[in-house]
């Protein structure tokens, strides 16, 4: 039986206008493109399973095909979703294990952060990875806080139960264990705003387990966090905002479109910052700024661009005083969470983002801004500039 | 919220509309779901091709003349025939700035040759297409080749000629066909017959391999001073490959339009995207308006997909939405509706009255001409027959005209987008001067 919700591969014209804006078939031959590798192949998957193509993998799930689409097919989602309902994945897979434990990883590692990110930083520690992880060596990687975000938090809290008007926010895992202080930033800018802030227990979005295929702990893991935001939101605005456009959009999206669950407790009142923050402005809660003087060019994230987010940031990023801004076009990085650090996808993923990194010379800016927290590992990998999330630029400017 | 001006659709009229709205200052936004139907078009503009009997027109603005009194509710008539010819130069002058050079024939129709083979009036094709070096080959009757690669499914080599053989402009002259062959493609995993011009354009892109195809034209050519390719020579590189290809093999190349999607019409895509974004506007492409509130006869705001809740406040809207393919327009089985504010439709609710038996009927369908309704100022009528003062409608949402028999979509599109644009500047500057 075909479930009714999954038809829209049906509504597919045929016109292939996906396939020009996907970013991996444009860059290799290896993926036939999201028309085919999607609608297409899943008339023949619904008939006879065994018809699924190994091609599926290289599919980055960046949704461009979904924004370019005239027909509101859900071709990403036709596509992760048949990636691991119809292709057998051997168990034992140490390296993909690892990445999509974002969690877990993170708690180990920011209990010994100088240490670890010492290590990983050795050339013989990177050719040992690649050669028995398949991690290429290339890569660099995150480095981890010496703390995480919540054990920093629980020191202010107290100060944070004085504002009235409070959010609750979803700081993600790579605020936690890799970037504490884009939430330090988000606490002042918020503060600032005598809005508080308030922090709950919470698991791993799911996003990098969706990417490797471990659907039931993403489940169980947005099952929790439902639970625990839905709970928090009686005590304080009701609001949940995230500083991860990638968290946002699953939180939002994916919980119900992909993983089949009910998230209608929390969808509504679910926002990536600069929405939020865009909302407060329009009421005319607008923090004192100072001119910043910088030239910075924006790069917008694929999925906040799904989203229907970028011109949320853009407003938010317009009204920074003496910030010189130029708008990148819209291009992937090509890193696409943890698919950019696997070895047999690196090249792919590096080939791709060539093009945004050649726009990012020519505009030749200070800083880069962008949502995405791997987006910005990609840019600052690639490119010799630094990249800042809008929220710190944000923080820069308070007076 | 502080827009000047939201558009809703980034197809042909939203972007010409959106251009000259941020080339005057106006902070500008455009909301779009979903690529637009330049994808699916030829690449050429069309101002106004036939007469009702369908009899080719030479000379598009003069006909506009006499339209504007026989058919007063045209969207040319509404927007008057000086507009329409600024609205042209302009949409010219902004391709030109991103890199696309355009064609004209001096106010006059030239003609095209389809992927089918006939021949088509347009007034603007890209310099590709067609040019005064091909012109006056064609009328010295210089020999024609037209190629194809070996195992690309999208072009049918044998159905041109069959057609192409037939026409007067090139009774006399010797056409012939040929294949070239890619050996680069025998060593990918995926052959020929899977590429689509997409591929192919991406190829002559890379830029690596244009000595070996340029050989491969020469050879295909057999002695032929004109050669006729699928278009797909490039697109971001287009202008210097094809200059390339002609100065490495000594022939005229022209393109040919092929099936879905367009390479030529990405071109115009990309040329008025980046025109938009260079003058400081705003593209928001992974959303969908679909409602809004009009209180007292103006549109306070409309909503979108993912931000349900949310207002989208703007001082001016235009709704540059599309038609039936689109989405502008919605039919059911015995309905026709705006779907986002429900405007006042002109066409008949009744499905029976829709269509023409024959298919290929020579008065065309009746639908066709179908679209939301709106005064001389291109304001439409809510659900409560008032006009909404500060929405405009532009493109093929517009009711009045049949884009398929007048050979009219692209001049309605870019007039149209142009005129409101120009309504909206003059009233914003009439508001800062008050």
């Given at each position: 039986m075909i479930n009714l919700e999954n038809i829209s591969f049906d509504h597919c014209i045929k016109c292939t206008v996906c396939t020009i804006y996907c970013p991996v078939a444009r860059n290799t031959h290896l993926f036939p493109g999201p028309k085919q590798s999607g609608p297409d192949a899943e008339r023949l998957r619904i008939k006879?399973?065994?018809?699924?193509?190994?091609?599926?993998?290289?599919?980055?799930?960046?949704k461009r095909c979904e924004i370019a689409c005239p027909s509101n097919v859900k071709i990403a989602d036709i596509i992760q979703d048949a990636k691991w309902k119809y292709t057998r994945v051997f168990w034992f897979r140490p390296r993909d294990f690892f990445m999509s434990r974002t969690d877990l990883a993170g708690s180990a590692a920011t209990m010994f952060a100088p240490l670890v990110n010492f290590v990983v930083s050795l050339t013989i520690v990177k050719l040992l990875m690649e050669f028995?992880?398949?991690?290429?060596?290339?890569r660099a990687f995150p480095t981890y806080n010496n703390g995480t975000f919540t054990s920093w938090f629980k020191k202010i809290r107290g100060h944070q139960g004085g504002f009235k008007n409070r959010v609750t926010y979803f700081h993600g895992c790579f605020v936690n264990y890799n970037k504490r202080s884009l939430g330090e930033d988000l606490v002042r800018v918020l503060n600032s705003m005598k809005i508080g802030v308030d922090v709950v227990r919470e698991k791993c979005c799911g996003v990098p387990l969706i990417a490797n295929g471990y659907l039931t702990r993403a489940r169980k893991n947005a099952r929790y966090n439902i639970a625990s935001l839905s709970e928090q939101k009686k005590s304080n605005s009701g609001i949940i905002v995230t500083t991860s456009s990638s968290c946002a959009f699953a939180l939002k999206h994916e919980y119900a479109n992909l993983l089949g669950l009910d998230n209608s407790a929390i969808y509504s009142n679910t926002e990536y910052i600069t929405k939020y923050l865009f909302d407060r402005f329009e009421d005319g809660n607008i923090p004192d700024m100072k001119p910043v003087h910088i030239r910075a060019a924006y790069h917008a994230p694929c999925h906040l661009e799904r989203l229907g987010g970028v011109m949320y940031t853009i407003d938010i990023l317009k009204r920074i005083p003496g910030l010189d801004l130029v708008i990148l076009n819209s291009e992937c990085c090509g890193i696409a969470g943890t698919y950019g650090f696997k070895k047999e996808y690196y090249k792919v993923s590096q080939d791709i983002g060539q093009h945004l990194f050649k726009l990012i010379d020519r505009a030749n800016p200070e800083y880069v801004i962008t949502d995405c927290e791997t987006c910005a590992m990609q840019i600052e990998m690639n490119t010799q500039y630094q990249v800042i999330h809008p929220v710190t630029l944000l923080a820069m400017a308070l007076k | 919220m502080n827009y000047d001006c939201l558009i809703v659709g980034a197809g042909l009229s939203g972007l010409v509309c959106g251009i000259r709205c941020a080339s005057e200052g106006l902070r500008t936004v455009i909301i779009s779901g979903g690529m637009n139907a330049l994808h699916f078009s030829s690449g050429s503009i069309d101002l106004m091709g036939y007469d009702p009997s369908g009899k080719v027109i030479q000379s598009p603005c003069r006909y506009l003349k006499q339209l504007e009194e026989k058919k007063p509710g045209h969207p040319y008539s509404k927007v008057g025939v000086k507009t329409v010819r600024e609205s042209m130069e302009f949409f010219k002058k902004q391709c030109g700035l991103a890199g696309l050079d355009l064609h004209d024939n001096g106010e006059e129709n030239h003609f095209h040759i389809t992927g089918l083979g006939t021949m088509k009036p347009s007034y603007f094709s890209q310099k590709s297409v067609f040019n005064d070096r091909l012109k006056e080959a064609y009328e010295r009757k210089d020999p024609i080749a037209v190629l194809n690669f070996d195992g690309f499914r999208d072009y049918f080599t044998a159905l041109t000629l069959e057609q192409i053989r037939g026409l007067p402009l090139l009774r006399g002259v010797r056409i012939t066909t040929g294949k070239i062959t890619l050996p680069y493609y025998f060593r990918t995993e995926r052959n020929l017959h899977e590429f689509r011009s997409i591929d192919l354009a991406r190829v002559f892109d890379s830029e690596k391999y244009l000595p070996r195809i340029a050989d491969e034209i020469k050879k295909a050519a057999g002695g032929a001073r004109i050669v006729g390719l699928p278009a797909f020579i490039g697109i971001d590189n287009f202008g210097w490959i094809h200059r390339r290809l002609e100065d490495m093999t000594g022939l005229l190349i022209y393109e040919v339009p092929t099936l879905p999607p367009s390479i030529l019409g990405m071109r115009i895509d990309r040329a008025l995207k980046t025109r938009f974004a260079d003058l400081g506007g705003e593209l928001s492409a992974g959303d969908k308006v679909f409602g809004g509130e009009i209180i007292d006869g103006m549109l306070d705001h409309v909503h979108t997909e993912n931000y349900g809740s949310t207002r989208h406040r703007s001082r001016f809207y235009v709704f540059s939405t599309g038609s039936f393919f689109s989405g502008g327009i919605r039919s059911e089985f015995n309905k026709i509706e705006?779907?986002?504010?429900?405007l006042r439709m002109s066409g008949s609710q009744e499905r029976s009255k829709w269509y023409s038996e024959s298919f290929f009927d020579k008065k065309g369908h009746p639908f066709l001409s179908y679209g939301v309704d709106t005064g001389k100022t291109l304001n439409p009528y809510g659900a409560d027959g008032k006009t909404v003062k500060n929405l405009f409608c532009v493109g093929s949402i517009l009711a009045g005209y049949d884009p398929i028999r007048e050979g009219s979509g692209g001049g309605v599109a870019i007039s149209t987008g142009y005129y409101a644009a120009g309504k909206i500047i003059s009233a914003r500057k009439k508001a800062d001067l008050a």
């Open positions: 006879n399973p065994r018809l699924v193509d190994a091609s599926l993998k290289y599919c980055t799930n960046c028995f992880l398949r991690i290429p060596s290339a | 705006e779907p986002i504010l429900k």
